[in-house]
Structure formats: structure tokens, C-alpha cells
């Protein structure tokens, strides 16, 4: 069975996005891009919303082309583009860059996939991240905690209808002040 891991860059009261989906003030530093970088490295599968997607869709397929770009930007767009990703989205037409579009039912093919062989994958957008959650499939949680408060947005967690019990795995500070956080599903 596949592992399934949720992680974003999160502020201090919890969002990944301030109000109007600003996520301005989550500009990583350069350690945070190779954390990032690294991650994407060892996934084998990134599972994508279509909100999400669209983001990540209109900047990192060309970013290591633009000027000023620094080496860890340049290392995650390459990986970025390299990592085979599926879309689950009634409402994205088309994909592209190693990309699949699934507009159908997110929970099952997420479970179908889980099952299958394979390396590790991982979840990004809140929507998609909060049904898997929800449905209990997320196998850990990683947060690049900012030091700031934004007051109100997009939260990282979903409402839930139980608890999850987690363990914490990994916790340590990068120079710039995000607090890194490594927590697995206790099961």
C-alpha cells in the first residue's frame, strides 16, 4: 500500500491562503524551496485539486526559463515538471507535464491508487486534502509553519467528523523562521 502525504505551507493560525487566496506572504526562502524540492523528489504521485492546479500550473512549468530565478526555484520547477500528478476536477479541461485528469469520484480513485504498488504520493488543495481526511486516507501531515497570523482564509485542516490521532515524527527550524513539522497518522 501507497503512502499518502498532506503537506503545505501553512501560517501560524493555520491557512494556506489569507482571504481572496492571497498566499503572498508564504514566499519560501531558498531552504524552504530545497525542503519543498526534496519532497517532490521522493514522491512518486502528486494528487492535485483543481484550484491548486491551476496555481502551481501557470508558474512552475516555465519557471526555471525566467530571469532571476535562484538555483532551489530552478531544482523544484524541474522536479515539479518530472513528477507524475493526477487532477481531480470537474472543472479543469486540460492537463499537461506528466499530468492526469480524473473528474470523477476523488475518494475512490485516491483509495484505488493507495492500494495499488508504488512509491509515495502526496496531496495538495484543501478541498481534495480534506476528503481524503475525511475518508481517512492521509498516512501523514508535513507543515511548513510562517511565522505570520493572516486572520482568516483557506484553513490547512478540514472539519472532521472524529479525531486523529497523530504522532509527531520530525520538528526543526529553518533559518528563516518556518517551523517544519512531520506528524503520521496513528492507526
Do not use: H
Not at 507524475?84 to 476523488?106: E, I, Q, Y
Request: with cysteine; net charge negative; aromatic share 10%.
Amino acid at each position: 500500500m501507497r503512502k499518502l502525504t498532506y503537506g503545505m505551507n501553512v501560517s501560524l493560525d493555520g491557512y494556506i491562503a489569507a482571504p481572496g487566496d492571497d498566499i503572498g506572504w508564504s514566499t519560501p526562502s531558498d531552504e524552504l524551496f530545497r525542503f519543498w524540492s526534496d519532497q517532490v523528489q521522493a514522491t512518486d504521485l502528486s494528487l492535485y485539486g483543481g484550484r491548486l492546479w491551476r496555481t502551481m500550473s501557470s508558474y512552475w512549468p516555465t519557471a526555471d526559463q525566467q530571469p532571476g530565478i535562484t538555483p532551489a526555484e530552478t531544482e523544484f520547477a524541474r522536479r515539479w515538471r518530472d513528477t507524475a500528478k493526477v487532477v481531480f476536477s470537474s472543472t479543469v479541461d486540460a492537463v499537461d507535464w506528466n499530468t492526469r485528469l480524473v473528474p470523477g469520484d476523488a475518494v475512490a480513485e485516491i483509495a484505488r491508487l493507495k492500494a495499488e504498488d508504488g512509491g509515495p504520493m502526496d496531496i495538495g488543495g484543501a478541498t481534495l486534502a480534506g476528503a481524503a481526511m475525511r475518508a481517512g486516507l492521509i498516512d501523514e501531515y508535513v507543515l511548513a509553519t510562517a511565522p505570520v497570523l493572516v486572520g482568516g482564509g483557506t484553513p490547512f485542516f478540514t472539519a472532521l467528523d472524529s479525531w486523529v490521532n497523530l504522532n509527531l515524527v520530525e520538528t526543526r527550524t529553518l533559518p528563516c523562521g518556518v517551523v517544519l513539522s512531520r506528524y503520521e497518522t496513528r492507526r
